[in-house]
């Protein structure tokens, strides 16, 4: 056990939030015994996981918190913490609400949406033809998806629609606003879905809001915060994940022609695809939500002290060569693809398999609906998100 032999902290995150390109640093610290100590802009010091069996093993591990960062100065890009819904829960609490939506994500549910998504997907690229090129990728096909999906799940007006959308970016962004300001758009939101809440009260429809209501109502199962809470990390999380990683597969596949060409070529590899695009892009710009040790535990040989954060980095994990032979290569053919794409352990993203399926139709419909697609401008990037992203990628075909 090496304990505290790292010099550090260093300041992280590594290179440039534009861009899709792994700062090298991050193999360095793959090779480097143990962990290395980071500073991010805001909150304490952390050790960083960036070995695909370290991150897991800090996800899969029920002896770190995520709810003792509530207390917590935690390591973060911003200034102001997100603290609130089932990201800082720890079993039961955490199961209690996770079980109340997961039935609306299973496999097979979504699997009964997949016909709704792909006319959707279907529907936005006629209208991107209609429109004429070049079009703005982000704007009119990968925001919209969905955005649409997760609104209809929700009965979110089409009508609101925009406004959501607005609030979830200001919510998202680490941009300078302060700790104020971030409360007076995160109250403008639960005011907003208080409003949509009450209506379903008096209204009940076929959707998951109205379950959620009939949870908090007949079964007393989540408080009124909880269950608005709930709805807001549902509708945020619901979009801009599958909203980056559109242009993003877009810009990966452009740059490997090859690929791209196999792709086009047997639209049946769409779905093994995407499984390796999600391994192969990097999403998250920064940490993902520390954990925090609730006992002395050794991680890649490293003692945590209790109290002490961890910050695992999934781009880097999943560029590991101990799990990934040739990770830095783009390959249709791994067959078990355990990527941490969407994590791990108890807070392993609940809407996984929708994304799936919003990427997998979203990637078919718009290689089989325009098969001259290429990128037809300068890509602006988001670098004031937590997300890597396109803000504007101008296509044409």
Request: one cysteine or more; charged letters at 25%.
């Amino acid at each position: 056990m090496s304990g505290r032999t790292h010099p550090g902290p260093v300041p992280y995150p590594f290179g440039s939030a534009a861009g899709l390109a792994i700062d090298p640093a991050y193999a360095k610290a793959r090779d480097t015994p143990g962990m290395i100590r980071i500073r991010l802009p805001y909150g304490e010091p952390a050790w960083l996981a960036v070995r695909y069996d370290d991150v897991r093993f800090v996800l899969g591990d029920r002896r770190f918190s995520r709810a003792m960062a509530v207390e917590a100065d935690v390591p973060r890009m911003g200034p102001v913490k997100l603290d609130a819904g089932m990201i800082v829960l720890d079993p039961p609490d955490h199961t209690r609400l996770r079980k109340l939506v997961a039935k609306a994500f299973t496999v097979h549910r979504v699997a009964q949406l997949r016909p709704r998504i792909r006319e959707l997907a279907e529907e936005l690229v006629a209208a991107m033809v209609a429109r004429g090129r070049p079009v703005d990728l982000v704007e009119h096909f990968a925001l919209s998806l969905p955005v649409a999906v997760i609104c209809e799940l929700l009965g979110v007006p089409v009508a609101d629609r925009p406004r959501f959308r607005a609030w979830s970016d200001a919510f998202l962004s680490t941009n300078q606003a302060t700790a104020e300001q971030f409360a007076e758009n995160r109250d403008g939101f639960r005011e907003y879905l208080s409003g949509l809440v009450a209506a379903r009260r008096a209204v009940p429809a076929d959707d998951l809001m109205t379950a959620l209501v009939e949870a908090r109502d007949e079964h007393d199962r989540l408080s009124e915060l909880e269950l608005v809470d709930m709805c807001l990390g549902l509708l945020v999380a619901g979009h801009e994940t599958t909203a980056s990683h559109i242009p993003n597969f877009v810009v990966v596949l452009q740059a490997h022609p090859e690929r791209l060409a196999e792709l086009r070529a047997d639209l049946g590899l769409v779905p093994a695809a995407v499984e390796e695009l999600l391994r192969f892009t990097p999403l998250g710009y920064g940490p993902g939500f520390p954990r925090y040790a609730t006992e002395d535990i050794e991680v890649g040989g490293v003692l945590v002290r209790a109290g002490e954060p961890v910050v695992v980095d999934f781009a880097a994990a999943d560029r590991d060569p101990r799990q990934f032979p040739d990770p830095d290569e783009l390959r249709f053919d791994r067959g078990e693809n355990q990527h941490v794409g969407f994590g791990h352990g108890v807070h392993h993203c609940l809407g996984a398999p929708l994304a799936r399926v919003e990427l997998q139709e979203g990637l078919r419909a718009l290689l089989g609906k325009l098969p001259g697609l290429h990128i037809a401008g300068d890509i602006v990037w988001k670098e004031e998100m937590p997300v890597r992203g396109a803000r504007r990628l101008p296509i044409a075909w």
